[in-house]
């Protein structure tokens, strides 16, 4: 996914830990064996955070990986609805895509331009 690879370290056949950096972002990502009793797959909704949906979901669909196309949420009916396309105003938190990696966890890109005021 072009993420930068900080350390792969495998203790035996049963104990693996590998970090992963996205591009640009100052925080990595923990993978491995037997580093949480949960099962593979079972991580759904992990969100990473972009500040160009269409320049993120372009970049991880060049490189093989099936990404959702760009979608919003609405609540007009006071539930929650998935409508294609961005944001019709492309504010910050609305727009999304998704992915599921190859052990079956679910993913989430989310447009942020602007953080808000405090974060």
Request: with cysteine; hydrophobic share 30%; glycine share 10%.
């Amino acid at each position: 996914m072009g993420w930068r690879l900080d350390a792969d370290y495998e203790a035996g056949p049963k104990f693996r830990i590998v970090q992963l950096t996205p591009p640009g972002s100052a925080c990595s990502i923990h993978l491995g064996r037997r580093l949480t009793p949960a099962a593979p797959g079972t991580a759904q909704g992990t969100y990473l955070v972009v500040s160009d949906i269409d320049q993120a979901r372009a970049d991880l669909t060049s490189r093989g990986v099936e990404v959702s196309e760009v979608y919003h949420n609405v609540y007009d009916t006071g539930d929650q609805e998935r409508v294609d396309g961005p944001a019709p105003d492309r504010r910050s938190y609305a727009s999304f895509a998704s992915f599921t990696d190859p052990d079956g966890n679910g993913w989430l890109l989310q447009e942020v331009k602007e953080r808000q005021p405090g974060r």
